[in-house]
């Protein structure tokens, strides 16, 4: 089964960027839906945006458009996340997760996830 690393969080200033990545081992990031979640203390994961399997469909979150952008290199078999004009309402513990589903549109949540990592915590300060 796939295993899964986030790195890349940490403390940012609001309007800063922060680039999270997905380290993944054990198979093919190519393979599986990949996607990037975050969880705020006390509330649900929420999904954050999503690329298919095997293919370059994305799914995003409205809150994250035109800021964060998803991508996936698979020579490095990682899935980055960029995160440009970070707000305080970014502040959370951000997950990565890769489902055997080819995911699209609404079928993105978490509970369409097979394997997560252990996330990153970004503080975004106002």
């Known amino acids: 089964q796939v295993q899964l690393v986030e790195s890349g969080g940490g403390l940012v200033q609001a309007g800063g960027s922060l680039r999270l990545s997905c380290a993944a081992s054990?198979?093919?990031?190519?393979?599986?839906?990949m996607g990037w979640f975050r969880q705020v203390t006390g509330k649900e994961k929420e999904f954050v945006a999503g690329?298919?399997?095997?293919?370059?469909?994305?799914h995003s979150a409205d809150f994250m458009k035109g800021r964060f952008t998803i991508s996936r290199d698979n020579p490095k078999n990682t899935v980055v996340l960029q995160m440009n004009r970070l707000k305080s309402d970014d502040t959370a513990v951000y997950f990565c997760?890769?489902?055997?589903?080819?995911?699209?549109?609404?079928?993105?949540?978490?509970?369409?996830?097979?394997?997560w990592g252990k996330g990153t915590l970004v503080t975004v300060s106002s």
């Open positions: 690329i298919i399997r095997n293919g370059g469909l994305i």
């Open positions: 054990g198979g093919a990031v190519s393979s599986y839906s």
């Open positions: 997760a890769a489902s055997q589903s080819a995911l699209v549109g609404n079928r993105w949540g978490p509970t369409a996830m097979h394997y």
